[in-house]
């Protein structure tokens, strides 16, 4: 981190000057970045992968903990990032081309998951709001980065015309990454319009509704993880899907003690292969990013499960 302290911020306006010139001078820098990093081991049962999401402001969604305007400030979110990616119980990072890229350039990804946001086009606020166009990371472009996948939110509203195309081009992003065997992280909601403000249905009812809709896009489901919100009747929900299943964090409302909890509760079920936070840990509100980040952290699962090979031996005897 450059020795910025534990829970403090440099407040020097020039800290990440260096990254304007090397997007000035020598822009194939972050593509070589991305070719030398160390990549991460591998995913597998057992070990639940700790993720930072850090896609809002592509969306112009730059609010958070009350503060609407708290994900303006490029520097600071790069602080807070970075912080957040130092600890070695965070597997990776959820975030928009921009936001890659300067990490990359900032070699905090290495050993890390890379998934890129894919469609921010559905602008918060906006009046088409619904109609989410891809305008993000493309397969290619994550493949050349050598990326995990792809992460697509998938809002369905049986109100609006723009869902058919959603979908549609929900189910083409995944089949161009599965092609190139990427993960399709698919985030799925059932909304409305209320009161002119796109409204997700958390009831257990509607996210099992969504799970199944989104699970049946593409022509094969071989790449495609779910991440779906900490709601009422988990175990409902993860009946739904056979999917690897990472939990979003959202900005919950609550006391933090209470969303942790009901953040562990979840990550106990079966199929939940972990946790995809952002605001709730890069802006907590007492302040402190690396003691949410291990608190968050520590909630995770880390059992010893058999090999795929080894328990179709034991299954055959």
Same mark, same amino acid.
Request: with cysteine; aromatic share 4%; net charge negative.
């Given at each position: 981190?450059?020795?910025?302290?534990?829970?403090?911020?440099?407040?020097?306006?020039?800290?990440?000057?260096?990254?304007?010139?090397?997007?000035?001078?020598?822009?194939?820098?972050?593509?070589?970045?991305?070719?030398?990093?160390?990549?991460?081991?591998?995913?597998?049962?057992?070990?639940?992968?700790?993720?930072?999401?850090?896609?809002?402001?592509?969306? %112009?969604?730059? =609010?958070?903990? $009350?503060?609407? !305007? @708290?994900? &303006?400030?490029?520097?600071?979110? #790069?602080?807070?990032?970075? /912080?957040?990616?130092?600890?070695?119980?965070?597997?990776?990072?959820?975030?928009?081309?921009?936001?890659?890229?300067?990490?990359?350039?900032?070699?905090?990804?290495?050993?890390?998951?890379?998934?890129?946001?894919?469609?921010?086009?559905?602008?918060?606020?906006?009046?088409?709001?619904?109609?989410?166009?891809?305008?993000?990371?493309?397969?290619?472009?994550?493949?050349?980065?050598?990326?995990?996948?792809?992460?697509?939110?998938?809002?369905?509203?049986? %109100?609006?015309? =723009?869902?058919? $195309?959603?979908? !549609? @081009?929900? &189910?083409?992003?995944?089949?161009? #990454?599965?092609?190139?065997? /990427?993960?399709?992280?698919?985030?799925?909601?059932?909304?409305?319009?209320?009161?002119?403000?796109?409204?997700?249905?958390?009831?257990?009812?509607?996210?099992?509704?969504?799970?199944?809709?989104?699970?049946?896009?593409?022509?094969?489901?071989?790449?495609?993880?779910?991440?779906?919100?900490?709601?009422?009747?988990?175990?409902?929900?993860?009946?739904?899907?056979?999917?690897?299943?990472?939990?979003?964090?959202?900005?919950?409302?609550?006391?933090?003690?209470?969303?942790? =909890?009901?953040? $562990?509760?979840?990550? @106990?079920?079966?199929?939940?292969?972990?946790?995809?936070?952002?605001?709730? /840990?890069?802006?907590?509100?007492?302040?402190?990013?690396?003691?949410?980040?291990?608190?968050?952290?520590?909630?995770?699962?880390?059992?010893?499960?058999?090999?795929?090979?080894?328990?179709?031996?034991?299954?055959?005897?």
């Amino acid at each position: 981190m450059g020795g910025l302290p534990e829970g403090a911020f440099d407040d020097d306006p020039r800290r990440y000057e260096h990254l304007t010139r090397i997007r000035l001078e020598d822009p194939e820098a972050i593509a070589r970045a991305a070719r030398e990093r160390k990549p991460h081991p591998g995913v597998v049962l057992g070990k639940q992968n700790f993720i930072v999401a850090a896609d809002h402001p592509a969306r %112009g969604a730059l =609010a958070a903990q $009350g503060r609407p !305007e @708290a994900m &303006a400030d490029r520097r600071e979110l #790069l602080d807070r990032l970075q /912080l957040a990616l130092a600890n070695p119980a965070v597997d990776g990072v959820l975030a928009s081309p921009d936001i890659m890229d300067d990490l990359l350039l900032l070699g905090a990804l290495d050993g890390k998951l890379l998934f890129g946001s894919m469609n921010r086009g559905g602008l918060a606020g906006f009046v088409n709001e619904f109609d989410d166009r891809f305008t993000g990371h493309t397969a290619a472009a994550l493949e050349a980065i050598g990326a995990t996948g792809g992460k697509m939110l998938t809002r369905i509203c049986l %109100g609006d015309p =723009a869902t058919a $195309g959603i979908l !549609e @081009a929900t &189910a083409k992003a995944i089949d161009s #990454l599965a092609e190139r065997r /990427l993960v399709a992280m698919v985030e799925p909601f059932l909304s409305s319009w209320v009161d002119g403000k796109v409204t997700n249905d958390l009831s257990p009812e509607a996210v099992i509704r969504s799970v199944a809709i989104a699970s049946g896009l593409g022509s094969t489901s071989a790449y495609t993880w779910m991440k779906l919100p900490v709601v009422a009747e988990m175990e409902r929900v993860m009946a739904s899907t056979t999917m690897p299943t990472v939990l979003l964090g959202g900005d919950p409302a609550g006391h933090q003690d209470e969303v942790f =909890a009901s953040w $562990g509760a979840a990550l @106990a079920l079966p199929g939940v292969q972990g946790l995809t936070v952002g605001r709730t /840990l890069l802006y907590p509100a007492d302040g402190d990013v690396a003691g949410a980040v291990a608190a968050a952290a520590s909630l995770l699962r880390n059992e010893e499960i058999a090999p795929l090979g080894q328990k179709s031996k034991e299954a055959a005897q």
